[in-house]
C-alpha cells in the first residue's frame, strides 16, 4: 500500500517518524514551506520535513494543496492511500478522490467532539477529564467522516496543552498502525458521527488569551493549561505583560479584590469563588520562572494586582 503522508508540525511527525520504522510505504511527505523562525529569522524545516528526510522520504511543499500543478502531480506519484495529520490547509475534494483507499485523518479529539483547528486546547480549557485520538476518512466537510477507530487517553488534573499533546501524538502513532493494517487488509469499519453530539475546537486568538480574573478560578486556571506554553494565557503587572504558564486553584471565598495577588505560602490571585495558584510565570521579555523565582525577584507587595 502505498501512503502519501500530509503533515506539517511536531504531532504529524511522530506519525510519519514512527509509522516509518514499522514499515509503511511512504512514498511522499506533502509539507508546508519551510518559514523564517527565532530572533535571527533563519529558514527552518518543518517537523514532518526533517523526519521524512531522515527516514529518505521524498518531500514537496506546495504553497497551495488546491493548485493544478500539485494536484497533477499527486496524480502521477498515485498513492494507493493518502494520510493527513495537522496539515494546515483544507484540501479539495478532486484530490481527495485521487486515492483508491480513500483518505484518512487523524484527529486529536473523540469525534463528534471538538472539531477544528484546536482541539487539544479546548479540551483542557473546557475542564474535560478525558480526549483521545480519532482515525477517520475524510469527506468536504471538514472532521465529519467516518469513524474508522478511536482510543482514549485521561487528561491529568495539572496537565498542560503542551504535555497532552506530546501524549496524544504517541496514542495517535500507535492507532494510525492499527487502522492502516486495517485498510490494508480491508477489515475496517465505518461509524458516521453523530451530528447531534458536535462540538467545536475553534482556532485560538490573542484576544481570548487575556485573563479575566472576574471568572471563576477554576476557569482560568483551565485557561492557562489549555494554552500553555504556546500561545500562553496572559494578564499584566506592573504595565508589562506576563504570560502564565502552569496553574492550580483552590476553591473559597476570598476578601481580596479580584485579581490581588496574595504572597503566602506561594504566589495566589484572587479570582471568582477561589484562587489561582501560579507555578510558573514569564514576565515580557524575561526567561520562565518559578513562583518563588518571580516573588524573590520582583517582590509583588501582598495585594498588588495582576491586570
Not at 487528561?155 to 495517535?172: F, P, V, Y
Request: with cysteine.
Amino acid at each position: 500500500m502505498k501512503i502519501a503522508f500530509f503533515g506539517t508540525p511536531d504531532f504529524a511527525s511522530v506519525s510519519l517518524d514512527f509509522l516509518s520504522k514499522n514499515r509503511k510505504k511512504i512514498i511522499l511527505a506533502v509539507t508546508q514551506p519551510d518559514r523564517p523562525k527565532g530572533r535571527g529569522r533563519k529558514i527552518d524545516y518543518t517537523p514532518v520535513k526533517k523526519v521524512a528526510l531522515k527516514n529518505s522520504v521524498p518531500v514537496l511543499q506546495p504553497e497551495s494543496p488546491k493548485s493544478v500543478d500539485f494536484i497533477e502531480k499527486l496524480k502521477e506519484i498515485s498513492p494507493d492511500l493518502i494520510l493527513v495529520i495537522s496539515y494546515g490547509h483544507i484540501l479539495r475534494e478532486e484530490l481527495l478522490l485521487i486515492p483508491q483507499l480513500g483518505c484518512i485523518n487523524l484527529h486529536p479529539s473523540l469525534l463528534p467532539k471538538y472539531r477544528g483547528a484546536a482541539p487539544i486546547n479546548w479540551a483542557i480549557i473546557k475542564g474535560e477529564n478525558e480526549t483521545g485520538v480519532t482515525t477517520m476518512f475524510m469527506t468536504k466537510r471538514m472532521d465529519a467522516g467516518d469513524i474508522i477507530e478511536q482510543r482514549h487517553v485521561d487528561i491529568e488534573k495539572d496537565e498542560i496543552a503542551s504535555e497532552l499533546e506530546t501524549k496524544l501524538a504517541e496514542e495517535g502513532s500507535k492507532l494510525l498502525l492499527s487502522t492502516l493494517d486495517l485498510v490494508e487488509k480491508g477489515k475496517e469499519k465505518r461509524t458516521p458521527q453523530n451530528e447531534s453530539d458536535a462540538t467545536y475546537a475553534p482556532k485560538l486568538d490573542l484576544e481570548m488569551c487575556r485573563i479575566d480574573w472576574r471568572q471563576d478560578a477554576e476557569s482560568i486556571s483551565n485557561l492557562i493549561r489549555g494554552l500553555a506554553y504556546t500561545p500562553g494565557a496572559y494578564t499584566y503587572f506592573r504595565s508589562r505583560r506576563a504570560k502564565l504558564l502552569r496553574s492550580e486553584f483552590k476553591k473559597g471565598e476570598t476578601v481580596e479584590e479580584m485579581g490581588s495577588i496574595i504572597v503566602k505560602k506561594g504566589l495566589s490571585v484572587a479570582a471568582k469563588g477561589g484562587v489561582v495558584i501560579v507555578k510558573e510565570i514569564q514576565v515580557e521579555g524575561k526567561k520562565i520562572m518559578n513562583a518563588v523565582d518571580f516573588i524573590n525577584g520582583y517582590k509583588p507587595k501582598h495585594g498588588e494586582k495582576f491586570e
